[in-house]
């Protein structure tokens, strides 16, 4: 069935870092991916999306290319801040139209000052 | 303005018991789901509903039960709760035709002792 990988965490950076979170999906036909972040104490928010291979999705300094020949979606930033600490989260959606999505098990960031 | 609300927020509750957990959207989404979040932050889709029509239904025991009075509300009800239904629960609700952006509650943290 589809997957999601991510790397595993936590990842610790300093302000100002760069950022990379990897992540690779296993998936008939052609997905939708997405990266959701998860704030402490708070539910899930859709961070960016890329629906075809070779879209880019960006929001709020982050981005992310749908890479169908590597299966991969991986999630950059160039300059983190102490307020971006969260959860991320990338998921694809299945092919059924029912909007559900399948997570990867998540990759804790923590900046610190 | 909450756009996506669940009460409790904390639930704790012995082994056995019964339980509900409420969600209200004012997004006037017509589609509706619960998530179950694990220990380890592993997300998980349990139930969907569009315009209170049972849609996605993942392979979870027959003690959790959704209830949808309306497409703005999804309750979840727990018979005989278990160690193992520890975890946090997210509502979540989309838009037509976005299903795949979805915007989630705060969570519930259910702990069963």
């Known amino acids: 069935g589809d997957s999601v990988t991510q790397m595993e965490g936590p990842v610790t950076l300093s302000e100002e870092a760069f950022l990379t979170i990897n992540c690779t999906y296993t998936?008939?036909?052609?997905?939708?991916l997405f990266w959701y972040v998860q704030y402490p104490g708070e539910g899930l928010q859709l961070l960016l999306k890329?629906?075809?291979?070779?879209d880019k999705g960006s929001n709020k300094g982050f981005e992310a290319t749908y890479r169908k020949e590597t299966t991969s979606f991986h999630l950059e930033k160039g300059s983190v801040q102490v307020s971006d600490s969260a959860v991320y989260f990338c998921?694809?959606?299945?092919?059924?139209?029912?909007?559900?999505?399948?997570f990867g098990q998540g990759t804790t960031l923590q900046v610190k000052p | 303005d909450t756009a996506v609300s669940q009460t409790p927020k904390y639930l704790v509750t012995q082994m056995g018991n019964d339980k509900s957990i409420k969600c209200e959207q004012n997004?006037?989404?017509?589609?509706m789901y619960w998530y179950k979040q694990d220990s380890k932050k592993f997300l998980k889709i349990m139930f969907s509903y569009n315009n209170k029509e049972l849609i996605i239904n993942e392979t979870v025991p027959n003690r959790f039960s959704p209830k949808s009075p309306d497409k703005a509300h999804l309750n979840l009800h727990i018979n005989s709760l278990e160690l193992g239904d520890s975890a946090v629960y997210f509502c979540?609700?989309?838009?037509?035709?976005?299903?795949?952006?979805?915007?989630f509650g705060p969570g519930t943290r259910l702990t069963v002792t």
């Open positions: 998936a008939t036909g052609y997905p939708s």
């Open positions: 890329a629906t075809k291979a070779d």
């Open positions: 979540a609700s989309s838009k037509p035709g976005l299903a795949y952006e979805q915007y």
């Open positions: 998921a694809l959606s299945d092919q059924s139209n029912t909007g559900k999505l399948i």
């Open positions: 997004l006037g989404h017509d589609t």
